[in-house]
């Protein structure tokens, strides 16, 4: 019954779900149905079987039939050119990342949520250079000034959660680069900074992890981009003489990483052929 109408309920009759409001569906949103009982559906010309799912786009009014279900009303996200979602095809379950359009999800797709590594997750929210020198937030550390900038720093990443449906970027400072690998293509592409880079669904961060403090200590400082200098460490060593006598020396080291050709694949990807060049170097 379909109003505006008014009707007497028949002996033995009763109204299932009450008196139900018409979908105003706007041209940015739709409905999902699914399918419960065999019908012909003469708006769309064809037979719904149970199980089938659909989705009506507006502009329009939709009174659904009581052959089926309304899924969910589904709205058009509009995304920048610098904003993206994962979705996955609910049938094949592929996974594509959209970007920078304005799109609303078919009744075939869902939103993907991407799953970090919890470090990863942590050091998305760090500033690369101003915190470059924290240690791992895991980790104790010897300096309390280190400790207090930790575990501010810890606090505040605590307080915003991350969109896991949402695409994932970071911003690679200026003479600095990071490696992402791709596990379905099995290859790995470096991006140099200035640049924002946007992850993709199948798509991780390369986790640098390289000695630090004094004297230095292996896995002590985590970070995504490994800066390229040029840049100093200082280190301590401690050396016994003939006679038994024990000094310690305090040496810096001057470095930076010379890159001939940055657009250059094979030069660039010895970068990270060395997993902590601190520690080598010290």
């Not at 996955?88 to 590594?117: C, F, S």
């Not at 690679?172 to 790995?188: E, L, R």
Request: charge should be negative.
């Amino acid at each position: 019954v379909v109003g505006e109408k008014s009707f007497f309920l028949q002996p033995g009759e009763k109204l299932e779900n009450g008196i139900q409001d018409v979908y105003i569906l706007g041209e940015d949103e739709g409905v999902i149905i699914k399918c419960i009982e065999t019908f012909d559906d003469e708006q769309a010309g064809a037979t719904r079987n149970p199980g089938d799912r659909w989705m009506i786009r507006g502009p329009t009014e939709y009174i659904p039939p009581t052959q089926v279900e309304v899924v969910t009303r589904q709205k058009a996200l509009p995304l920048d050119e610098n904003e993206g979602i994962y979705v996955r095809d609910i049938k094949t379950g592929r996974v594509r990342a959209v970007i920078g359009e304005t799109y609303m999800l078919t009744h075939n797709e869902e939103l993907w949520q991407k799953e970090l590594p919890k470090q990863v997750e942590d050091l998305l929210t760090r500033d690369p250079l101003a915190e470059r020198n924290v240690p791992n937030r895991n980790q104790g550390s010897d300096k309390s000034q280190q400790s207090t900038t930790t575990s501010g720093g810890s606090s505040k990443s605590s307080t915003t959660k991350r969109d896991k449906s949402k695409l994932i970027t970071y911003r690679v400072p200026h003479n600095a680069c990071v490696q992402i690998y791709d596990y379905k293509a099995k290859k790995a592409r470096i991006v140099f900074g200035p640049e924002l880079v946007m992850l993709g669904p199948d798509e991780q961060f390369t986790l640098l992890s390289l000695s630090g403090t004094i004297p230095k200590k292996p896995n002590q400082i985590h970070t995504l981009c490994l800066l390229l200098g040029p840049d100093f460490f200082t280190d301590v060593i401690v050396i016994e003489t003939a006679d038994h006598a024990r000094l310690s020396l305090q040496l810096s080291y001057n470095w930076h990483f010379a890159v001939s050709d940055m657009t250059d694949e094979k030069e660039a990807s010895k970068l990270f052929s060395v997993p902590d060049f601190v520690g080598d170097a010290a």
